[in-house]
């Protein structure tokens, strides 16, 4: 058998991208996944509220207004993945104290103040956003932050195709 495992970045922003494949925003899919010591206690993905109609429903309220990406994120209806796996664990009584968060895409502001405030310490994405305040809250709170190469997302898709080819052959 010539498959190799992931390593714990790739499987962990692996287990991000499929979050992401959940998302109801017409604009970006985003996946996040907290983990600590390589143990996953939450995942999220953006679009609205329980129970609110999705974005394909009503609309996005950012794209009629021609909002830019990075601009306004409080004209969205869409609750990002970030705090959305930040809720889930509140939800269920799991703490976020000195986890890691993977995103698919980089941590706006809002999301940012939620990490350092849930006591995230480390934040991995792959896309980058355009938001100067969240990396500079980000170096103020001491946050590791590290962005992986878009090469990790074709580096999966060549690893599942290896895992599937070799076990159902």
Sequence with gaps: MNYQRPEWNTYFMMIAGVAASRSTCLRRRVGAVIVR????????????????????????????????SGERHEICRGSHAE????????SVGTSTA??????????CSFCTK???????RRVVFVHPYPDELARQMRADAAILTEKLPETVFS??????????NSTFQ
């Design 37 to 68: 010591e390589n143990h996953i206690i939450s995942t999220g993905y953006n679009g609205a509220p329980k129970g609110l109609p999705h974005c394909g429903e009503v609309g996005c309220l950012r794209s009629i207004l021609g909002i830019p």
């Design 83 to 90: 705090m959305n796996a930040i809720a889930q664990a509140a």
């Design 98 to 107: 000195g986890a890691a968060i993977y995103c698919t895409h980089e941590p």
């Design 114 to 120: 939620a990490i350092i405030n849930a006591g995230i």
């Design 155 to 164: 580096e999966v898709a060549s690893l599942l195709e290896g895992l599937f």
